[in-house]
């Protein structure tokens, strides 16, 4: 069983509009509004792919459509309740250009309080657990060093624990020991201390992320495919080009589909192969920026891997 904890859920709206004209007014059409969230995200890949998981998730006002959206697809769900209202983020697609704008509400405040709540359900939602995955950014209100208290917890637990996030959150997470980290490029030169502007080579950019004390690396690297590094062994997969829609959700296809590999038995090379294609598979997408499956097979003879020496 995979626990993901999703501290700030969202709804997400798609909308359409042919060209976006700031101050004007459009008619939009209207997609369907789904579940969203990093952590609610990797649950869905997860049960896509066939494997159980149970969605952790901090939610206010609006939480029940959000559990019978996921029951209806057998994601079983553990709310802890805040106050507030759960967020709704607007993704603004324009067709003419295929440029999407993305107007994301920040959600509710928790307090401390809330996370020992939060606390309180991990502790008991890790009994049988064998990774918990922490993804997404921090609520409004919450300590930076967040993900490392929760972290602690669920290793003390006897559970691993993978981390998706971004900013300080990530750079003070990141010090914990971790099963699996899936920084992109930008996060990881972030994590790595390299000052705003710089570029180093994926290659330099590795061996500083090799300091850490994470057992599956995944390095995304959005159309240019990703590095995935576990023990000593290193993985680079391109991707093949395709018509690009919606990229949100791509790096949690990555991550969900490359955990569920080490549940299924696949091993670095095929994990790496088919995380790759689910990211690309996600992309190509318009609506909820998530992989199926039989997407990612489809593109899986066009994804290019190479095994590295390290
Ligand atoms: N333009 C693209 N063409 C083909 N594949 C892509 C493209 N962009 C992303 N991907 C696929 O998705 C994967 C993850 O992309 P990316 O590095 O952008 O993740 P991310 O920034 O973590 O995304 P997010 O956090 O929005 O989910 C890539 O490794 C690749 O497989
Ligand atoms: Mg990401």
């Given at each position: 069983m995979i626990v993901t904890v999703t501290l700030n859920p969202a709804f997400d709206k798609p909308l359409s509009v042919d060209r976006l004209q700031p101050g004007g007014l459009?008619?939009?059409d209207v997609g369907p509004i789904v579940p969203s969230g990093k952590g609610i995200n990797v649950s869905r890949v997860l049960r896509r792919w066939g494997v159980a998981t149970k969605a952790v998730i901090m939610a206010g006002e609006g939480q029940t459509a959000l559990v019978r959206s996921l029951t209806a697809e057998e994601i079983p769900c553990r709310v802890v309740?805040?106050?507030?209202?759960?967020?709704?983020?607007?993704?603004?697609?324009?067709t003419a250009s295929g440029r999407m704008t993305e107007l994301n509400e920040p959600g509710p405040l928790v307090e401390e309080a809330d996370?020992?709540?939060?606390?309180?359900?991990?502790?008991?939602?890790?009994?049988?657990?064998?990774l918990v995955v922490f993804a997404g950014s921090l609520p409004v209100g919450a300590a930076p060093d967040l993900y490392s208290r929760l972290l602690n917890l669920v290793t003390r637990l006897g559970c691993k624990a993978a981390l998706d996030t971004?900013?300080?959150?990530?750079?003070?997470?990141?010090?914990?020991?971790?099963?699996?980290?899936?920084?992109?490029?930008?996060?990881?030169?972030?994590?790595?201390?390299?000052?705003v502007g710089a570029t180093p080579s994926v290659v330099e950019l590795l061996s500083s992320l090799a300091k850490l004390d994470v057992e599956h690396l995944i390095l995304t690297l959005g159309g240019d495919g990703a590095y995935f590094f576990a023990g000593s062994q290193l993985v680079r997969t391109i991707p093949?080009?395709?018509?690009?829609?919606?990229?949100?959700?791509?790096?949690?296809?990555?991550?969900?589909?490359?955990?569920?590999g080490l549940e299924l038995g696949w091993s670095l090379a095929e994990r790496a192969a088919k995380a790759t294609a689910a990211g690309t598979a996600a992309v190509q997408g318009l609506g909820t920026g998530l992989c199926t499956p039989e997407a990612a097979e489809a593109l899986l003879p066009r994804v290019t891997t190479q095994i590295l020496a390290y």
């Open positions: 459009h008619r939009v309740p805040v106050a507030g209202q759960v967020r709704m983020n607007i993704k603004l697609f324009e996370v020992q709540q939060l606390e309180n359900a991990l502790t008991e939602e890790c009994v049988g657990a064998r971004s900013g300080p959150a990530l750079r003070l997470a990141a010090q914990e020991r971790l099963y699996a980290l899936k920084p992109n490029y930008r996060e990881a030169l972030e994590l790595c201390g390299y000052p093949p080009q395709v018509k690009v829609g919606n990229t949100a959700g791509a790096g949690d296809s990555v991550l969900a589909t490359y955990l569920a």
